[in-house]
């Protein structure tokens, strides 16, 4: 039974992996967000790129397709003078464990320091980083339903940048909960960042079981779950929910769930509105909600590249020898 | 007359309720007496058992034998001889093999490697489906001729109630017992883990309680109208027992039993993605075990080993990829027996469980006493060993207590009064 | 070991600069402490020099050359420079300068701001050790310490030095 921080973290807690927001101090999610903050004021010179891992080798290994997600953290491996190698691995049904280890291992030798993993199955950046390239620092951009740590700490810079803190907000996440590896990690920095409350808004189909044991609140009736709200995190909606006998249509998903300004007046009246994209216009969000003054969302994109750049550093740095506190002058 | 002399063995037999120090005289492969010297005879070998508990033979309802098919996952012979290093004098062998089990050819051919390698004694299970599809009766009158000793699905479904009724009453025309495992594919299809609180966070996609418990009713019920003798392999959780519990109550003649891993070990374990806690049926809630504890404490449920050996490469995968399975037969007995040191069940009860249990179930008699076919157990519960790779009998090194050490240790095992370990 | 007045050596040292920009011309100059003790003694300087813009601060944890050996401070505070540094005369300002190494970080993440008309550096101390071919323009004073001996500066007021 190992704790997912004996993974990620060295003997002195600081971060070697990033894996999951799950268990983190509240330190550690600030000194990212810290990081990241500092990192958004070399992306507005004329120079963006810092020298901070020149020579240094990071593999984007995509086995879901993604070119959003890769685009940003390739864009932050450059913009911290590393060099990135693409690869989209196409999953085969019959890729079982040792095609995957022995890409790794392949990679592996050819000096690689850094994985950026997205992968279809739950646990698998943690499988990699466990059991088979210890040395190689793994940032998880998405494995599963489980987490998508880096897309939950931009959200979270997000919420401090607009809100100044995240301590006593309340936050709702809406949408399709059970199968959102986002959602799962925001809710995980949102309860450690000190929100005063996490709501989780949507069908009983779309709400995992047992959601309350992470500290979350599940709400079914829209409104009601915004009452009060600081926060709105739309999730995106994908079109497959709708055949697996888990929503009868688009139209009444909207009905229900969809952010219209209607709805969102019984959010504050300063509540920001979120959405990690692409976003389905209609389906989870009207235009007038997502072009309007209290969306967030294209500020959230910026925010990616820093936060990918903080978290790439700190990793990059907890693979070193352990820090000697003495600053050479 | 020459003797076998066992003497000074804590002798601990469930079926009488014997639990003494006592000596044991071995003749022609069977108990010749218990207790006193035989009136005539004299004594070739003297086994000093003192501090050592003997206890009958264990016999396992449903193990997983990678022969044929899968050799890179050991072999009959390798898996016998761990499972008598176990503590098994006899193991039920599932049908899932490749080709399955649905001809005698299959059949015999397990019982002809499994005897030449001369460890734990297999009764195959047949395959009670052609090909375990669940769409076409396999033949089972065949298969039990060439020495199949109950029909399985294993944990493949019979998705179709029509034909599980007809196999049932096909099963019961010649009272052939079947072997049936409780598990609604529909709600269970693409699962890797108890639906709960866990996987919820684990972001792994869960079995629900109901996937079993509705095919338990299902089978309860049609069991109930053909009159099939039916047993229930592995159950799991605690609304199953109850239902097997009023199943009884109303007269119905079934038995159950429950994987060693579903009382030693909750979905908690699956925490940090080890693969080695992917089984199927899943490893469900403490709820669940310390029903399933208190069900095999009543004597209601037999204890399987669902002994699943890996080779490396089919564990080494994000747990969701993994195969299902857990090695066990190397260190079985030791491992149940934590069960005692942890006084949630008393050694009585864990032997009755292991051995008088599923010998009902098979229409054998597993008992120390005098007449009995030998078949028994030293067990030395002082001994302490590391389990490590390379002195494990079995191909499948995903054991859970792999380089851990491992107290208590299983002396000699006899099967028919020879040494099978 | 005696160490030096820091109160004193930091007032001599403003006067010191005054004269240096009036000999060089260094019109309108941008005061730029390093982070952390050199932006205190900048502050401490600008007491004196009153230029016309805030003291900028440069946090050089992102252009450390010990990154993979050291790894990444645990506090990024960040740079915090005007909106153009071009053309500007920058007066780089540290306590202690040693190897030369953070000098030539703090050069290389200036020119990544912009091209400026030149870079004077001042240091309240030297205590030798160079490993590059970097030396202050001015410097408060000079210390020969022993071998492992560092010195420490707190702050920001009173400015403190101690052996470590």
Same mark, same amino acid.
């Given at each position: 039974?190992?704790?997912?921080?004996?993974?990620?973290?060295?003997?002195?807690?600081?971060?070697?992996?990033?894996?999951?927001?799950?268990?983190?101090?509240?330190?550690?999610?600030?000194?990212? %967000?810290?990081?990241?903050?500092?990192?958004?004021?070399?992306?507005?010179?004329?120079?963006?790129?810092?020298?901070?891992?020149?020579?240094?080798?990071?593999?984007?290994?995509?086995?879901?397709?993604?070119?959003?997600?890769?685009?940003?953290?390739?864009?932050?491996?450059?913009?911290?003078?590393?060099?990135?190698?693409?690869? +989209?691995?196409?999953?085969?049904?019959?890729?079982?464990?040792?095609?995957?280890?022995?890409?790794?291992?392949? %990679?592996?030798?050819?000096?690689?320091?850094?994985?950026?993993?997205?992968?279809?199955?739950?646990?698998?950046?943690?499988?990699?980083?466990?059991?088979?390239?210890?040395?190689?620092?793994?940032?998880?951009?998405? +494995?599963?339903?489980?987490?998508?740590?880096?897309?939950?700490?931009?959200?979270?810079?997000?919420?401090?940048?607009?809100?100044?803190?995240?301590? #006593?907000?309340?936050?709702?996440?809406?949408?399709?909960?059970?199968?959102?590896?986002?959602?799962?990690?925001?809710?995980?920095?949102?309860?450690?960042?000190?929100?005063?409350?996490?709501?989780?808004?949507?069908?009983?189909?779309?709400?995992?079981?047992?959601?309350?044991?992470?500290?979350?609140?599940?709400?079914? +009736?829209?409104?009601? #779950? %915004?009452?009060?709200?600081?926060?709105?995190?739309?999730?995106? %909606?994908?079109?497959?929910?709708?055949?697996?006998?888990?929503?009868?249509?688009?139209?009444?998903?909207?009905?229900?769930?969809?952010?219209?300004?209607?709805?969102?007046?019984?959010?504050?009246?300063?509540?920001?509105?979120?959405?990690?994209?692409?976003?389905?216009?209609?389906?989870?969000?009207?235009?007038?909600?997502?072009? #309007?003054?209290?969306?967030?969302?294209?500020?959230?994109?910026?925010?990616?590249?820093?936060?990918?750049?903080?978290?790439?550093?700190?990793?990059?740095?907890?693979?070193?020898?352990?820090?000697?506190?003495?600053?050479?002058? | 007359?020459?003797?076998?002399?066992?003497?000074?063995?804590?002798?601990?037999?469930?079926?009488?309720?014997?639990?003494?120090?006592?000596? &044991?005289?071995?003749?022609?492969?069977?108990?010749?007496?218990?207790?006193?010297?035989?009136?005539?005879?004299?004594?070739?070998?003297?086994?000093?058992?003192?501090?050592?508990?003997?206890?009958?033979?264990?016999?396992? !309802?449903?193990?997983?034998?990678?022969?044929?098919?899968? /050799?890179?996952?050991?072999?009959?012979? /390798?898996?016998?001889?761990?499972? $008598?290093?176990?503590?098994?004098?006899?193991?039920?062998?599932?049908?899932?093999?490749?080709?399955?089990?649905?001809?005698?050819?299959?059949?015999? !051919?397990?019982?002809?490697?499994?005897?030449?390698?001369?460890?734990?004694?297999?009764?195959?299970?047949? $395959?009670?489906?052609?090909?375990?599809?669940?769409?076409?009766?396999?033949?089972?009158?065949?298969?039990?001729?060439?020495?199949? &000793?109950?029909?399985?699905?294993?944990?493949?479904?019979?998705?179709?109630?029509?034909?599980?009724?007809?196999?049932?009453?096909?099963?019961?025309?010649?009272?052939?017992?079947?072997?049936?495992?409780?598990?609604?594919?529909?709600?269970?299809? @693409?699962?890797?883990?108890?639906? @709960?609180?866990?996987?919820?966070?684990?972001?792994?996609?869960?079995?629900?309680?109901?996937?079993?418990?509705?095919?338990?009713?299902?089978?309860?019920?049609? &069991?109930?109208?053909?009159?099939?003798?039916?047993?229930?392999?592995?159950?799991?959780?605690?609304?199953?027992?109850?239902?097997?519990?009023?199943?009884?109550?109303?007269?119905?003649?079934?038995?159950?039993?429950?994987?060693?891993?579903?009382?030693?070990?909750?979905?908690?374990?699956?925490?940090?993605?080890?693969?080695?806690?992917?089984?199927?049926?899943?490893?469900?809630?403490?709820?669940?075990?310390?029903?399933?504890?208190?069900? &095999?404490?009543?004597?209601?449920?037999?204890?399987?080993?669902?002994?699943?050996?890996?080779?490396?490469?089919?564990?080494?995968?994000?747990?969701?990829?993994?195969?299902?399975?857990? /090695?066990?037969?190397?260190?079985?007995?030791?491992?149940?027996?934590?069960?005692?040191?942890?006084?949630?069940?008393?050694?009585?009860?864990?032997?009755?469980?292991?051995?008088?249990?599923?010998?009902?179930?098979?229409?054998?008699?597993?008992?120390?006493?005098?007449?009995?076919?030998?078949?028994?157990?030293?067990?030395?519960?002082?001994?302490?060993?590391?389990?490590?790779?390379?002195?494990?009998?079995?191909?499948?090194?995903?054991?859970?207590?792999?380089?851990?050490?491992?107290?208590?240790?299983?002396?000699?095992?006899?099967?028919?009064?020879?040494?099978?370990? | 070991?005696?160490?030096?007045?820091?109160?004193?050596?930091?007032?001599?040292?403003?006067?010191?600069?005054?004269?240096?920009?009036?000999?060089?011309?260094?019109?309108?100059?941008?005061?730029?402490?390093?982070?952390?003790?050199?932006?205190?003694?900048?502050?401490?300087?600008?007491?004196?020099?009153?230029?016309?813009?805030?003291?900028?601060?440069?946090?050089?944890? =992102?252009?450390?050359?010990? =990154?993979?050996?050291?790894?990444?401070?645990?506090?990024?505070?960040?740079?915090?420079?005007?909106?153009?540094?071009?053309?500007?005369?920058?007066?780089?300002?540290?306590?202690?300068?040693?190897?030369?190494?953070? *000098?030539?970080?703090?050069?290389?993440?200036? =020119?990544?701001?912009?091209?400026?008309?030149? *870079?004077?550096?001042?240091?309240?101390?030297?205590?030798?050790?160079?490993?590059?071919? *970097?030396?202050?323009?001015?410097?408060?004073?000079?210390?020969?310490?022993?071998?492992?001996?560092?010195?420490?500066?707190?702050?920001?007021?009173?400015?403190?030095?101690?052996?470590?």
């Amino acid at each position: 039974m190992t704790d997912p921080n004996t993974v990620q973290l060295t003997e002195d807690g600081r971060l070697k992996h990033f894996l999951t927001t799950e268990g983190l101090s509240r330190e550690l999610l600030t000194e990212i %967000l810290d990081t990241a903050d500092s990192f958004i004021s070399t992306q507005e010179r004329a120079v963006k790129t810092v020298p901070l891992l020149r020579g240094k080798t990071v593999v984007n290994l995509f086995f879901e397709n993604s070119t959003r997600t890769r685009s940003t953290f390739e864009l932050a491996a450059k913009r911290l003078s590393a060099d990135i190698l693409n690869l +989209d691995i196409a999953r085969s049904a019959t890729s079982k464990g040792e095609t995957l280890m022995d890409t790794l291992w392949n %990679l592996e030798a050819m000096y690689s320091d850094m994985f950026v993993v997205r992968h279809s199955d739950s646990g698998a950046a943690h499988f990699i980083a466990e059991q088979v390239t210890p040395n190689v620092a793994i940032i998880n951009a998405g +494995d599963g339903r489980h987490a998508h740590p880096t897309q939950a700490m931009l959200d979270m810079l997000t919420i401090r940048r607009h809100k100044g803190d995240i301590e #006593g907000k309340i936050v709702a996440i809406v949408g399709d909960i059970l199968h959102s590896r986002v959602a799962r990690s925001q809710i995980h920095a949102l309860r450690t960042l000190g929100a005063a409350e996490v709501r989780v808004i949507g069908p009983g189909t779309l709400l995992p079981s047992d959601i309350e044991s992470m500290g979350a609140v599940p709400y079914y +009736d829209m409104r009601a #779950g %915004l009452a009060d709200c600081d926060v709105v995190i739309m999730l995106r %909606l994908q079109k497959e929910r709708m055949q697996n006998a888990l929503l009868p249509s688009e139209g009444e998903f909207f009905k229900l769930y969809g952010l219209t300004k209607e709805k969102l007046a019984f959010a504050k009246p300063d509540a920001i509105v979120m959405h990690p994209g692409p976003i389905n216009r209609g389906v989870e969000i009207e235009s007038a909600v997502a072009d #309007g003054d209290q969306s967030v969302i294209l500020n959230q994109v910026s925010y990616g590249i820093a936060v990918r750049m903080a978290v790439m550093a700190m990793a990059m740095s907890g693979q070193q020898t352990p820090v000697n506190s003495e600053e050479p002058a | 007359m020459r003797y076998l002399h066992i003497a000074n063995a804590r002798v601990i037999n469930p079926q009488t309720q014997t639990d003494e120090i006592t000596d &044991v005289f071995v003749a022609d492969g069977r108990i010749a007496t218990l207790g006193r010297r035989p009136d005539a005879g004299e004594i070739e070998h003297t086994i000093d058992a003192t501090g050592q508990w003997l206890i009958p033979g264990l016999i396992d !309802l449903g193990g997983h034998l990678p022969e044929p098919g899968y /050799s890179q996952k050991g072999s009959i012979a /390798s898996e016998t001889e761990a499972a $008598a290093r176990g503590g098994f004098t006899h193991i039920c062998s599932l049908p899932d093999t490749k080709p399955v089990a649905d001809t005698s050819a299959v059949v015999k !051919l397990i019982l002809e490697k499994a005897s030449k390698a001369g460890f734990s004694r297999v009764l195959p299970l047949g $395959a009670m489906t052609q090909d375990l599809a669940g769409e076409q009766l396999a033949s089972m009158y065949t298969l039990s001729e060439a020495g199949a &000793v109950a029909m399985s699905n294993a944990r493949r479904p019979v998705r179709n109630s029509y034909v599980l009724r007809r196999l049932m009453e096909y099963a019961a025309t010649y009272d052939i017992p079947l072997f049936l495992n409780a598990n609604d594919l529909s709600l269970s299809d @693409g699962g890797c883990m108890h639906e @709960g609180p866990v996987a919820t966070r684990m972001g792994l996609p869960g079995i629900p309680e109901t996937a079993e418990t509705i095919a338990l009713a299902q089978i309860l019920l049609l &069991v109930e109208q053909t009159g099939v003798r039916a047993h229930i392999s592995q159950i799991t959780c605690r609304r199953s027992v109850s239902m097997l519990q009023q199943a009884l109550e109303n007269g119905l003649r079934v038995t159950a039993d429950t994987p060693l891993a579903n009382l030693l070990y909750t979905h908690e374990a699956v925490t940090g993605y080890d693969s080695l806690y992917n089984v199927q049926p899943p490893l469900r809630s403490e709820r669940d075990r310390e029903a399933l504890v208190q069900a &095999v404490a009543r004597g209601e449920l037999a204890i399987s080993s669902n002994h699943s050996p890996h080779e490396i490469a089919a564990k080494k995968a994000p747990f969701s990829d993994a195969e299902p399975g857990m /090695s066990q037969y190397d260190a079985f007995l030791p491992q149940a027996m934590t069960l005692v040191s942890r006084e949630e069940l008393t050694v009585e009860q864990l032997v009755r469980a292991l051995s008088a249990t599923p010998a009902n179930v098979l229409g054998l008699s597993q008992s120390l006493t005098e007449g009995a076919d030998f078949n028994a157990v030293l067990y030395d519960p002082r001994d302490e060993y590391t389990l490590t790779a390379s002195e494990m009998a079995s191909g499948g090194h995903n054991h859970p207590l792999l380089n851990r050490t491992v107290a208590g240790k299983v002396a000699q095992v006899f099967l028919e009064g020879c040494r099978i370990c | 070991m005696n160490l030096p007045d820091i109160e004193q050596i930091t007032q001599d040292l403003a006067e010191q600069v005054t004269e240096l920009m009036n000999e060089r011309q260094l019109d309108d100059p941008l005061l730029v402490g390093i982070r952390t003790g050199g932006v205190w003694v900048a502050e401490r300087l600008n007491d004196t020099l009153k230029c016309t813009d805030d003291v900028a601060s440069l946090d050089i944890s =992102f252009y450390r050359d010990d =990154f993979t050996r050291h790894g990444l401070h645990p506090k990024v505070q960040g740079s915090e420079l005007p909106d153009s540094i071009e053309d500007r005369h920058i007066i780089l300002i540290d306590d202690v300068i040693m190897s030369g190494r953070t *000098i030539r970080a703090a050069m290389n993440e200036l =020119f990544d701001y912009g091209r400026p008309a030149s *870079i004077t550096l001042v240091c309240l101390l030297d205590i030798g050790r160079r490993e590059l071919p *970097i030396q202050p323009d001015l410097c408060g004073a000079t210390l020969a310490l022993n071998d492992g001996q560092l010195v420490k500066l707190t702050g920001p007021r009173p400015l403190v030095l101690t052996l470590a």
